[in-house]
């Protein structure tokens, strides 16, 4: 994999391994991001839901502040499970362009779509956050986090929101990621590291014992608790 220049290639530490749950997948990343985190108090920013048990272990270990990016997908036209994009927080969306051309599709074609999954992120940002407004990322290191990345369209729009606010530096760090979720966003983050990344990748459950849903009242729990 060649890396964008002035940025470090993805770091796959491990290609065979099972997590027990998020949790411990978390203390894993965390130990594993131990020498790629330069600040002292980064800020670690979950993709909710399933992101957030993984980063709060990550927040605990390196003393960072946990937080949220608030994501959905797009999807196409009557039929939202055929995804075409996605859009993090007040971002622009990001869109499959070769794909729309294919099918035909424009972006005026989503603006429906567009708008109904802005307001669920907002509706989603204001519940996880108690009314917070999004942390200030400019200047500070941020280590991205979900549970595990098959295509990373949603992170690829949380990496971009992210630039838009000029954070000084930014790791995008998984514990299971496919190889084609990590060619496509190894340019779009500083580092991108992954613990676990299997041959025949079809959904992130498949590196996990427990992956059990998690709750709306688990993700606000463990941000109160970590706030």
Do not use: K, N
């Not at 002292?40 to 990016?69: K, N, Q, W, Y």
């Not at 979900?146 to 992170?155: M, R």
């Not at 690829?156 to 514990?175: C, F, G, K, N, S």
């Not at 979720?181 to 983050?189: H, K, V, W, Y």
């Amino acid at each position: 994999m060649c890396p964008t220049a002035g940025r470090s290639p993805a770091t796959t530490l491990r290609t065979t391994t099972r997590f027990v749950d998020r949790e411990q997948a978390g203390r894993e990343l965390a130990g594993a991001l131990a020498g790629h985190i330069r600040q002292d108090r980064p800020l670690v920013l979950a993709l909710p839901p399933g992101g957030v048990p993984v980063a709060a272990e990550v927040a605990s270990a390196t003393g960072g502040d946990l937080d949220i990016v608030v994501t959905r997908e797009i999807g196409a036209p009557g039929q939202p499970e055929f995804v075409l994009g996605a859009l993090a927080e007040d971002g622009a969306p990001v869109l499959d362009r070769p794909t729309l051309a294919d099918l035909g599709v424009t972006e005026a074609d989503l603006a429906g779509a567009i708008r109904r999954e802005r307001v669920e992120i907002d509706r989603h940002a204001r519940r996880y956050r108690d009314g917070r407004p999004a942390p200030a990322v400019e200047g500070r290191e941020v280590i991205v986090v979900d549970d595990g990345l098959v295509t990373g369209v949603t992170a690829r729009a949380a990496l971009r929101w992210l630039r838009e606010h000029r954070p000084l530096r930014v790791v995008l760090a998984v514990p299971t990621c496919s190889d084609q979720a990590e060619r496509d966003l190894a340019g779009e983050a500083d580092e991108l590291v992954s613990l676990h990344s299997p041959p025949y990748f079809y959904t992130v459950g498949q590196a996990y014992a427990d992956f059990r849903q998690v709750s709306d009242d688990e993700v606000i729990r463990l941000l109160r608790t970590h706030r």
